[in-house]
């Protein structure tokens, strides 16, 4: 166990993995294990805190790059890693934290999404964001949309859309 522990704090340093549902149940569980046995061997107690330990930096190492990710996410960014790749708990957080910064940065920007300015683009590249509007925009390369002129212009001078004049 103090093995396979060390081995995915490592990979987790540099980027989120997949790893077993289970695992901080299994923590969890040696944990307790250790608890009952480190009054009879000194070896136990060490045993015992370096799984502590490990157990805490590899929690703290995935719930900084999820709390990153759901800010990436609603900010209109890709995240770095597969939703997949979280336990079941850890995907539950993830949701929950991007609704909550959605919700809060829709609250901000209420008053300037009533009178928002919209563009007519068409899209030069595949792209998922989150708009200025609080809305979610899955656009595909030669998509027509209209969007939130703050949006459509960084998107415009990023080169990923084009603006569509209308003559009439």
Same mark, same amino acid.
């Given at each position: 166990?103090? *093995? &396979? !522990?060390?081995?995915?704090?490592?990979?987790?340093?540099?980027?989120?993995?997949?790893?077993?549902?289970? $695992? +901080?149940?299994?923590?969890?569980?040696? $944990?307790?294990?250790? &608890?009952?046995?480190?009054? &009879?061997?000194?070896?136990?107690?060490?045993? !015992? %805190?370096?799984?502590?330990?490990?157990? =805490?930096?590899? /929690? *703290?190492?995935?719930?900084?790059? $999820?709390?990153?990710?759901?800010?990436?996410?609603?900010?209109?960014?890709?995240?770095?890693?597969? &939703?997949?790749? !979280?336990?079941?708990?850890?995907?539950? /957080? /993830? =949701?929950?934290?991007?609704?909550?910064?959605?919700? /809060? %940065?829709?609250?901000?920007?209420?008053?300037?999404?009533?009178?928002?300015?919209?563009?007519?683009?068409?899209?030069?590249?595949?792209?998922?964001?989150? @708009?200025?509007? @609080?809305?979610? +925009?899955?656009? %595909? %390369?030669?998509?027509?949309?209209? !969007?939130?002129?703050?949006?459509?212009?960084?998107?415009?001078?990023?080169?990923?859309?084009?603006?569509?004049?209308?003559?009439?």
């Amino acid at each position: 166990m103090l *093995e &396979e !522990l060390i081995v995915l704090v490592d990979k987790n340093r540099i980027q989120l993995t997949k790893i077993d549902e289970s $695992i +901080y149940e299994k923590l969890r569980k040696k $944990i307790e294990e250790l &608890e009952k046995m480190k009054e &009879e061997d000194e070896r136990v107690a060490d045993e !015992l %805190r370096t799984i502590r330990r490990l157990q =805490k930096k590899l /929690f *703290e190492l995935r719930t900084g790059r $999820i709390i990153d990710a759901a800010w990436a996410k609603v900010c209109g960014q890709e995240i770095s890693f597969k &939703e997949d790749d !979280l336990t079941s708990a850890e995907r539950n /957080f /993830f =949701k929950k934290l991007v609704e909550l910064i959605g919700d /809060f %940065r829709r609250e901000v920007f209420e008053e300037k999404r009533a009178c928002a300015e919209k563009v007519l683009v068409r899209m030069k590249k595949d792209i998922e964001i989150l @708009g200025v509007d @609080g809305k979610r +925009y899955k656009l %595909r %390369r030669e998509d027509v949309v209209t !969007l939130p002129a703050e949006n459509a212009e960084v998107l415009i001078k990023s080169g990923m859309a084009e603006k569509v004049e209308v003559k009439g």
